[in-house]
Nanobody, 121 residues
Framework: QVQLVESGGGLVQPGGSLRLSCVAS????????MGWYRQAPGKQRELVAT???????NYADSVKGRFTISRDNAKNTVYLQMNSLKPEDTAVYYC???????????????WGQGTQVTVSS
């Protein structure tokens, strides 16, 4: 079994910052890509940022220059530093990991339960 547990969400004023964390735990053999996605009310889930095991990154155009994704492979943890937050960043943020279990024959995606980020004055 695998668990992805996010933390760090909350209420912040426009222009403020938040740092999200996500820890993967369980019988993990290897984690490949990790990432953050978000879903606002009435909208589809969308990619925010991804990072490979070699730490190559990819960002949605809407967050480039404001958000930074990073990971600590030794801790099976991915972070999302969010600066210059805007009201349109309000959403539930989900952690994703592409990994393979010790007991599994193939890799697959796992998701966290989500953490709410609200940007409002």
């Amino acid at each position: 079994q695998v668990q992805l547990v996010e933390s760090g969400g909350g209420l912040v004023q426009p222009g403020g910052s938040l740092r999200l964390s996500c820890v993967a735990s369980g019988s993990i053999f290897n984690i490949y890509g990790m990432g953050w996605y978000r879903q606002a009310p009435g909208k589809q889930r969308e990619l925010v940022a991804t990072i490979t095991s070699g730490k190559s990154t990819n960002y949605a155009d809407s967050v480039k220059g404001r958000f930074t994704i990073s990971r600590d492979n030794a801790k099976n943890t991915v972070y999302l530093q969010m600066n210059s937050l805007k009201p349109e960043d309000t959403a539930v943020y989900y952690c994703n990991a592409d990994l393979i279990l010790i007991t599994a024959l193939s890799r697959r995606d796992y998701w966290g339960q989500g953490t709410q980020v609200t940007v409002s004055s």
